[in-house]
């Protein structure tokens, strides 16, 4: 029966084999550095790589605290140090004890170079980058099928639009020629009716993020006709995808933020919108009802209705202030008339005679005035208030004479 050993007893077994390995003890492994991590024991976790392959390693403190510069990404480094198995994980790794720097790696190098190229070819200008659609309906993404991008995105654009669909075309995100798979799904989801495209992956190394690096990408994504949102990688991570997409979000979620509007969001601001617009609906029909009745009440005063009733009524004034006058004038002339009247009346020979007065005249009606001209025996007619007498006159007699015979008397 074959014998049946447990994982630790296997560990232990090629722990003791790097172990017995003289090669392993020392040895000194040239390399770029990747996935520094600065640790808060002191410790430094990094790996090491070339074009074929890569080693974890760990520097403890104590050796870290020798070091004269500060590791960083994309140097180029000789690490010294053993090779020994961490029985834990199962995994082996580099134990450095001291490392000399030798400068920047050739990848970062690459990195930079192609940077600059293309900065200066305009694919980086602001002023060329598509805007976002602010309500898309459909999000196109290029990314693997499996893990937690396409998830993550679906999650953010469910939770923000559930009315919104993504697609999905599955390319490779890390490995030799993956890039010429994220160019096809950016060109088959340009021949499509996505409003936006997203192209990404989780966070890495420069190394597994080296596809995103590669100058085909770059002059894909710049002659898309549809805009795209980069979200490769973490906050740090940047790539050349990154800088000539139209957009670029730390992570897949960020991206899914941006491309996908919220429809919480977008209801509310209907409501708001719409109480903005009643409001301005009702001032309005209130500003235009108050300068329908200003007009109704302009053109009243020139309509020629009311210019009618205006002069009818002016009319009317008028006629009461003639009749007014009128009577006034009748008034008054009737009183006038009364005091001519009473005047005539004190000049009338009627009422002279209603005094007590006679009106003395001859025969032929001749008025007789004074007694000159009168004879004796000639007749006269005394016309009384009350009648007529015919007399005849016995005696002349003159005013002096009678005035002599009275003083005659009196003595």
């Known amino acids: 029966m074959q014998k ?82 961490f029985v834990r994980d199962g995994k082996y790794q580099m134990y450095a ?21 293309l900065f200066a070819e305009g694919l980086f200008d602001e002023n060329r980058k598509k805007p976002i659609p602010k309500y898309a309906r459909k999000i196109g993404v290029v990314t693997a099928e499996t893990g937690a991008v396409i998830q993550d995105i679906c999650n953010v654009s469910h939770r923000r639009n559930p009315y919104v669909q993504i697609l999905l075309y599955p390319a490779k995100v890390q490995g ?25 992956r989780g966070g890495g190394s420069i190394e597994d993020l080296w596809e995103f690096n590669q100058e085909a990408l770059a002059y894909a994504i710049f002659e898309c006709t549809k805009p ?17 997409s139209d957009s670029r979000a730390p992570t897949p979620s960020a991206a899914a933020e941006i491309a996908v509007f919220s429809y919480h969001e977008y209801e509310v601001r209907v409501q ?85 007065y006679s009106y003395v005249s001859d025969l032929q009606g001749n008025n007789i005035r004074t007694v000159e001209g009168l004879t004796e025996g000639q007749q006269l007619r005394l016309s009384m208030a009350d009648g007529q007498v015919t007399a005849t006159v016995d005696e002349v007699e003159k005013q002096r004479e009678l005035e002599s015979n009275e003083k005659i008397a009196e003595s």
């Not at 296997?10 to 991590?37: A, H």
């Not at 790696?105 to 940077?115: I, M, R, S």
């Not at 949102?229 to 000539?244: F, K, L, P, R």
């Open 176 to 200: 030799k020629d993956a890039h010429r798979t994220i160019i096809e799904g950016i060109r088959y989801f340009e021949q499509t009716d996505v409003d936006t495209i997203i192209i990404g």
């Open 228 to 244: 795209v949102i980069s979200a490769v990688g973490h906050e740090t991570d940047t790539t050349i995808a990154d800088y000539v």
């Open 97 to 117: 004890t001291d490392i000399k720097q030798e400068g920047a790696g050739q990848l970062y190098e690459e990195y930079e170079k192609l940077k600059k190229r």
């Open 272 to 356: 708001e919108y719409t109480y903005k617009i009643s409001r301005q609906m009702e001032n309005m029909l209130q500003f235009y009802k108050m300068q329908i009745k200003q007009y109704e009440t302009s053109l009243g005063r020139v309509s020629p209705k009311n210019l009618i009733q205006q002069k009818r009524m002016l009319a009317v004034d008028y006629a009461n202030r003639l009749q007014y006058m009128m009577e006034q004038k009748l008034t008054s002339a009737k009183h006038q008339m009364a005091l001519y009247a009473k005047e005539l009346q004190g000049l009338s020979p009627l009422q002279k005679l209603q005094d007590g």
């Open 4 to 85: 049946v050993r447990t994982v630790s007893q296997i560990t232990k077994y090629i722990k003791d084999m790097f172990v017995q390995d003289n090669t392993l003890r020392l040895l000194y492994v040239k390399g770029e550095v990747s996935n520094c991590k600065y640790h808060s024991s002191g410790h430094i976790y990094f790996t090491i790589k070339d074009r074929s392959s890569q080693l974890s390693c760990v520097m403890f403190a104590s050796y870290v605290k020798r070091l004269d510069f500060r590791l960083q990404e994309g140097q180029n480094v000789v690490v010294e140090g053993n090779i020994d198995v």
